[in-house]
């Protein structure tokens, strides 16, 4: 029978969210690349169709202002800037010292491209950002050839103010379609992501249930690895170490179990010799005054060792029916203070111990295992403890509490944990007779048996505290 803990707790699922993790990775990998792609063509397009415009606004002002350039009298006056306004179309504006021509609307021309053009050679431009959009700003200055035939600044300067509000209208196109392209990426990537996820996990899910059914107890299962990838070799390497685990478990029960017969076997064949030996032994215990002094301490030792012998058998045997599973509790309602106090009569405990108990305290329990698990805590306090000993009762609608706290010095650090492992002895120097080591090992056996708790520590002001909790009713009440 396995051996119940009463505070099991199941292990968190390792995978949850995997699936979902690993399909956002695809989708905002290929939604990325998508988006990356088209704002960078889209960016790529405006730039290119911004600069075309640019340059072909440029050459075409440069154009009329050439052609126009040698029909000019130098110095000019005001006709001739007219001559220039007059070939180009749009806002402009001609200057030349203290003269000045203009159509339209011409108020973005800026001071920065002022200055870029006055006294210079070569045409500028300015992208600037207005109340009615985006204007191209074109400085122009006209050029003369002298007699020597450098060219040199003629003084006359020209501006122009172009509307660039198609072409915006055409970049924010493009992004827009940059944005619809990115758009419709997401679905297909979805899709792509799903069956990506799908290829990914499946021999995950399949190794996630194979292990399931190996912690279940199915040592038989396997998994079928398939391909030449990392997981068809992690495949292959779970296969091996479940076998290997398979192999040692297998072992290990032989063994165990083989174990569990010989102390059951041996445990049933020294019962009957022990029984006799028992019985000389409570003869010889009768006629000890007659027997020479000698003699007596010898004999003492021999009905000692022998009683040692008979519990040792009987704590064996116990803990092989525990094993084998054959151990159950014969559940019957049973008023607990009259059982503790029972128990502590039989054993002349009475004037030591001090029972802390409300009169009445009902509950559904078995009657011999309760009284094994006072027994033993009580004699386990007056072993290792000091009196007083208190033992304490008390209940609620769930649950009965037993505490049996001594006097002692108390537990030392670290011993609680391995109080109740079998054959465990806190202080290794003890004699022989201090106990077999498997009291407190059945005294937990039978409180698991009910589907109770036990525990050790130290109580505040005092020894040694062992706190038990039992459920109240059985499940048929």
């Not at 006359?156 to 940059?178: K, P």
């Amino acid at each position: 029978m396995r051996r119940r803990s009463p505070r099991d707790v199941r292990a968190p699922r390792v995978l949850r969210g995997l699936r979902a993790r690993l399909i956002a990775a695809c989708v905002a990998v290929a939604v990325l690349a998508a988006a990356t792609a088209s704002w960078a063509s889209a960016a790529s397009a405006g730039n290119s169709l911004l600069r075309s415009t640019q340059q072909r606004i440029a050459d075409t002002a440069a154009r009329r202002i050439t052609d126009t350039a040698p029909a000019l009298v130098y110095p000019p006056d005001t006709d001739d800037l007219r001559k220039i306004r007059d070939a180009l179309d749009g806002p402009v504006v001609v200057t030349y010292e203290s003269l000045r021509v203009h159509t339209g609307e011409t108020a973005a021309i800026t001071e920065q491209l002022r200055t870029a053009v006055h006294g210079g050679d070569h045409l500028a431009l300015q992208r600037v950002d207005s109340a009615t959009g985006m204007k191209l700003l074109v400085g122009v200055p006209v050029l003369i050839t002298g007699v020597d035939g450098q060219q040199r600044p003629s003084g006359i300067e020209v501006y122009l103010v172009r509307d660039l509000g198609d072409v915006v209208r055409q970049v924010n196109a493009l992004t827009r379609n940059a944005i619809w392209t990115s758009a419709l990426a997401l679905p297909v990537a979805v899709l792509l992501a799903l069956l990506a996820a799908r290829g990914v996990l499946r021999p995950v899910r399949e190794l996630r249930g194979t292990a399931r059914k190996l912690a279940g107890g199915d040592l038989d299962a396997r998994l079928r690895p398939s391909g030449a990838d990392e997981l068809a070799e992690l495949a292959t390497t779970f296969n091996d170490t479940a076998a290997s685990l398979q192999s040692s478990i297998s072992e290990l029960a032989r063994m165990e179990a083989d174990s569990r017969r010989f102390v059951a076997d041996v445990s049933h064949e020294l019962r009957t010799p022990l029984t006799t030996l028992t019985s000389v032994a409570e003869m010889l215990e009768e006629d000890l005054e007659r027997m020479p002094s000698d003699a007596r301490a010898s004999i003492e030792l021999a009905i000692a060792e022998t009683r040692r012998l008979a519990s040792l058998v009987e704590d064996l045997m116990e803990i092989a029916r525990f094993d084998a599973g054959a151990a159950q509790p014969h559940l019957e309602r049973v008023d607990i203070p009259g059982v503790v106090r029972e128990c502590l009569r039989s054993r002349s405990w009475t004037e030591q111990v001090r029972l802390d108990s409300p009169e009445e305290l009902a509950a559904v329990l078995d009657r011999r295992r309760l009284d094994v698990i006072v027994a033993n805590l009580v004699g386990n306090a007056f072993r290792h403890g000091e009196p007083p000993v208190v033992v304490r009762l008390s209940a609620d609608e769930q649950e009965v509490h037993l505490e049996v706290i001594d006097n002692g010095p108390g537990l030392p650090e670290g011993v609680a944990a391995q109080l109740f492992d079998r054959f465990y002895k806190a202080d290794s120097s003890r004699g022989r007779s201090a106990g077999s080591g498997l009291g407190m090992a059945i005294t937990a056996e039978n409180v698991w048996l009910h589907g109770g708790t036990i525990e050790a520590g130290n109580a505040d002001g005092a020894g040694a505290r062992f706190a038990v909790r039992l459920p109240r009713w059985s499940e048929e009440t």
